[in-house]
């Protein structure tokens, strides 16, 4: 017994290498690859000789470096939040895009930056963080009026109708306040807009809501059997809850802030790593962060390649993996057999 | 029980009276809503032929085609949901959500840039055609990925949610392959905006309408034995596959043809049933035609709205529906048991 869970935890731990060595392959492609292909010697010698006269180099500083930090953090992020929503709500259907949590965010983005124009990323990232947290808000309030509890089905429905609104009334404030271009942009999910800035914005957002993930990594496997059961184990659910909601905040906001609407990546993903990982968060937490990256970095690379030289926005390509996956879900899980 | 259905037929008619009386109304306050204001004197004063040139032409050649394409969408789509909550026995089903509105969509921007290309003939007559093929093929996989020992009307949704999204991503594909102009009106017509509303769209339209109208009409009956679910409608001798198929067809043609006019108008052909059956109860010899009066004035209502609410700003009339529906869809599902 022993012996079958130190066996299958060390084949985790490979799992999880081989993923992490693909991640550095596709990141390194991803800095390499794009409308001029730069070699891979150029590549380590802009990182370790950076030499400001060659365009090579600036190019790959200023530009594939941080757009590449970027994928890897907003894919990590988006995964590890909808590990979160899936593992607290046992809702196979759970997740930022879904429930409409992203378009809350974007369209909090749309009305600061209607109101203040000249707002700075920082402040562009907080409203992010409010306006994930007001659509959150609004599916837990409209999930408590259920008729005998919310199914996972009808949470995803209705998540589904609220984000249609709220993309809705974004699109209107951007044709009011002739915004088409950025809102078009946050609506569609693009990482082409991504410089340090973002890596910034990214990496502090990270470095809160990462460590409060996997700090509740053990409480959420005890939530995802089952409310009874987290209560008779003596845990605080309402605490465990309210944590992983503010970390779930943090994370989606900042990934809507730097890269828009990314959809499906944080439906799949989740799905995927239990599927490897099994059922402990421990381990899902972690490796959805892993897969996620490399899921986001790899749909960058394609959408830098469907239409070459223009580029397609990310959350096409994400949107066109997810979508099957989703239909697969949907049929499994849309009610019985009828 | 004849005393009642008269009843129920005088109801039924004052029920429709007052709501082409609100459409009348509705008519002339959105024809002297725009830009270029124009008082009701002088609207009044142009129908009768005594207007200025430059109110002729605002009256006659923009805002009355817009004004009847807006009636006959909010036809087309209201009749179209009607039958699709009849036949699926599922009051949450709507062309919008299930993805059939933007299926024809994809096949409207398809089509577009084809001919762009020089592939195939630009015209206008085309369009309502391209639009119903796209429509019928999103339908057809809709239902095929919705099986499994019949379709459950949840699964049915949210099958209908996942080829939406599929068929959304497409199209922001194919936005960079087209002429940046071309796309900005398709976008904009993408999100229900009754785009190119002159005289020849209303006559590539219009002939739909009149011919899949009263084909619906026809088969009310079949669709009231439908509504009361499969075994009931075999049990009393309808052949249910294929009086389902029909209605499908003709709810699919009439979505993909409103589409093609209007743009991917969602919503709306939820609610209107919902407000006709509360009015008039489950007959769909009533619910139709209701359906038809309430789908013209809601729409030219919202168009309205859309222009007035945030003037100079013109919003799509379709986000102008979702807004008011989406709520509403919210608390039909909650309600769902």
Redesign the interface.
Known sequence: MLNTIKHSSMLKTIINCIALLMLILSVVISISYGSTSIPFETVWSAIFSFDTDVTSHQVIQEIRIPRAISAVLVGAFLAVSGSIMQGMTRNPLASPSILGVTDGAALSLVIMLAAFPMISSMGLTVASFVGAGLAVALILF?GS????G?TP??L???G???G??LR??S??LS??FNLEKEV?FWL?GELSGTSWSSVNILFFSGIIGLPIAFFLAKSITVLSLGEDMATNLGQNSLLIKALGIISILILTGAAVSVAGVV??VGLIVPHITRFIMGTDYKWIIPSSAIFGALLLVLSDLVSRY??AP????V???T??I???F??YL??KS????? | MSGNSNSKKRKFFGISFILIALIIIMIFISLRTGVISISFQEVIETIFQQGSDRNKLVLFEFRLPAIILAILIGIGLAVSGAILQGITQNE?ADPGIMGINTGAGLAVVLYLFLSREGFVVSSIWMMPVAAMIGALFAAFLIYI??W????????L???G???N??F???I??FQ??MDPQDFRQV?VWL?GDIWNANWNTVLAFLPWIVILIPLVLRKVNALNVLTLGDDLASGLGVNVERDRQILLLLAVALAGASVSAGGAI?FLGLIVPHIARKLIGPLHQYIIPLSMFIGALLIITADTVGKVI?AP????VG?VV??IS??Y??YL?????
């Open positions: 409209i009026f259920s008729k005998g919310i089905v009808k995803a429905l209705a589904v109708a609220i249609t609104t809705s009334i699109t209107i044709l009011h078009g569609a959809g499906f469907i239409n223009f580029e397609t926005p959350g096409a390509i949107s066109l997810g979508v099957p989703f239909l949907a049929r849309g009610g019985g057999d009828k | 949450l990925l919705a499994k020992k019949g379709v459950s009307p949840i699964r949704i949210l099958v949610i996942g080829i999204a599929g959304a991503a497409f922001t594909i960079l392959k976008a999100s969602a945030l700003t013109e919003i799509p986000i979702s807004i989406a709520p869809f919210i599902l909650l309600k769902a048991t």
